[in-house]
């Protein structure tokens, strides 16, 4: 009787989890089937996995994010998922919960933020809230303000890079100059140059501290690791 209430609250049947990680994947499955009353879970270990089966036409109900996966780091893969997600709301669950993180994931289109430490009765409560048409976030953590026009125009610039692209920008914004992201990434500088001038075309700008604000107007570099050097 419990479980048939729990399942009416939620109203989810069909969930998208994108993570890496096969046992929290499977933990979390056995949560959102068994206590949350979700039927159907398909999983994800890459974006372009997770991307490719909306594509093809796939509609969970929701959506749950982490937002470290191999090929794609930080708000960039909650911008491009947001774009083609449809009406499902997203539901970043990340191991990093401070406040500029979550406040960042949920100006992007998250519809909630659940720390992966949490227990089975914080899913479950986030699931009740976002189900009925709310926005969960941590305990303790208040709304995070508005986003302005300013930064939906640079999150949506953003959205336009490729994952190289992507972390070619976070090195720039960590002060990298071209020879060194070439020396880190293995890759010829000329091939460098050729993606910086590709990425300040995609974000119209013409310089790279352009470049470098406008990421940061998106919080984009905060919600990146930092970059790992060459051995």
Do not use: W
Not at 176 to 184: L, P, R, S
Not at 199 to 219: C, D, F, P, Y
């Amino acid at each position: 009787m419990a479980q048939e209430k729990l399942q009416a609250e939620t109203a989810f049947r069909h969930a998208l989890v994108i993570d890496d990680h096969p046992l929290f994947c499977d933990a979390l499955g056995l949560t959102l089937r068994h206590f949350a009353g979700i039927e159907r879970i398909d999983t994800a270990d890459r974006l372009e996995a997770a991307l490719a089966r909306l594509g093809a036409g796939e509609k969970p109900d929701v959506i749950l994010l982490d937002l470290h996966l191999p090929d794609v780091s930080g708000l960039d893969g909650l911008v491009r998922l947001r774009r083609v997600a449809g009406s499902a709301p997203i539901v970043v669950v990340s191991s990093l919960a401070d406040r500029q993180v979550v406040s960042a994931a949920i100006r992007a289109g998250a519809r909630g933020f659940v720390p992966k430490h949490s227990d089975r009765e914080v899913f479950l409560t986030a699931f009740r809230i976002i189900a009925a048409g709310g926005l969960y976030l941590p305990e303790g953590m208040d709304l995070p303000d508005a986003p302005g026009r300013g930064y939906e125009d640079a999150l949506d610039r953003l959205a336009q890079l490729t994952p190289q692209q992507a972390t070619i920008l976070h090195r720039i914004c960590c002060g990298a100059m071209n020879k060194q992201i070439a020396y880190d990434l293995s890759i010829a500088e000329t091939t460098v140059k050729a993606h910086v001038t590709s990425i300040m075309r995609k974000l119209g700008v013409q310089t790279r501290t352009q470049a470098v604000l406008l990421a940061k107007e998106a919080s984009f570099g905060n919600m990146l690791p930092d970059p790992p050097l060459r051995q």
